[in-house]
């Protein structure tokens, strides 16, 4: 199918999904969804479905790799096989490769890493069902995790893609949309303080272009700095209610 055959908004700016150029799609978080992880979150973001574990601080091996006046934050991220309609295939690859890196990179810059010299903190996250927007739902569910884990960090990043379809600025491109959109801008921050830790753009902005696209995704990371921190409240105020019946049992024993 060529580009100019595929209508992604029209007259009335009405998208193929019926969102307007400034809404996103539905998002859900939950924490602590593994037993067995030190932290973890569970994320669906439209028809992304992304998995989030965390491990560590723990020792890094191999010990050579060690860094010793700061631990490392190794993030993994990996697409399931099963996780878009034409199999892909097991294992890492470029893109996987590429965006494990930048994922690394921008949670380093929240976690307190001097804390913890000779350790490595594991972030592994999983896409179970992707559709566009997965390293921006990988970021999310991450930051997540590692609040989960207590990890010792400033702030959690949020995360969220503008772009630019049919001539067009909007706000978190769907799978077609980013097939055959002209622009595509992802962005990692920490809202609380405004400082950007992922920035990446696929295709071609005017300077004014990208100051809306830039607006527009600043934007949406606050939003989704509140779903963060709800699921994170519900995490920890299911397990303090169900601590204090516990103590109530023991009280009446």
Request: charged content about 30%; aromatic content about 6%.
């Amino acid at each position: 199918m060529a580009d100019e055959d595929v209508k992604l908004i029209d007259e009335k700016g009405i998208r193929l999904d019926g969102r307007r150029f400034d809404e996103l799609r539905p998002i859900s978080i939950e924490a602590g969804v593994l037993k067995r992880a030190d932290g973890s979150a569970y994320l669906e973001w439209g028809e992304n479905k992304v998995l989030a574990a965390v491990y560590g601080p723990r020792e890094m091996h191999p010990r050579h790799a060690q860094n010793p006046s700061r631990a490392v934050v190794q993030a993994r991220y990996n697409m399931a096989a099963f996780s878009v309609p034409d199999r892909k295939r097991p294992g890492p690859d470029r893109r996987s490769v590429e965006i494990s890196k930048i994922m690394s990179e921008a949670l380093e810059e929240i976690v307190f890493v001097e804390q913890f010299p000779r350790a490595s903190i594991d972030v592994f996250v999983e896409v179970l069902e992707a559709s566009a927007g997965t390293r921006c739902a990988a970021l999310t569910a991450a930051s997540v995790a590692l609040a989960d884990a207590g990890i010792p960090m400033s702030d959690i990043i949020s995360s969220c893609a503008a772009g630019k379809i049919d001539g067009q600025i909007v706000l978190d491109l769907g799978k077609k949309e980013d097939n055959y959109g002209e622009a595509d801008v992802p962005l990692g921050m920490v809202p609380s303080s405004g400082k950007i830790t992922l920035l990446q753009m696929d295709g071609n902005l005017t300077l004014e272009e990208y100051k809306q696209v830039m607006e527009l995704a600043m934007g949406a990371c606050k939003k989704i700095y509140q779903l963060q921190r709800d699921a994170l409240k519900r995490r920890y105020s299911t397990s303090l209610k169900n601590f204090e019946e516990m103590a109530d049992d023991t009280e009446e024993v």
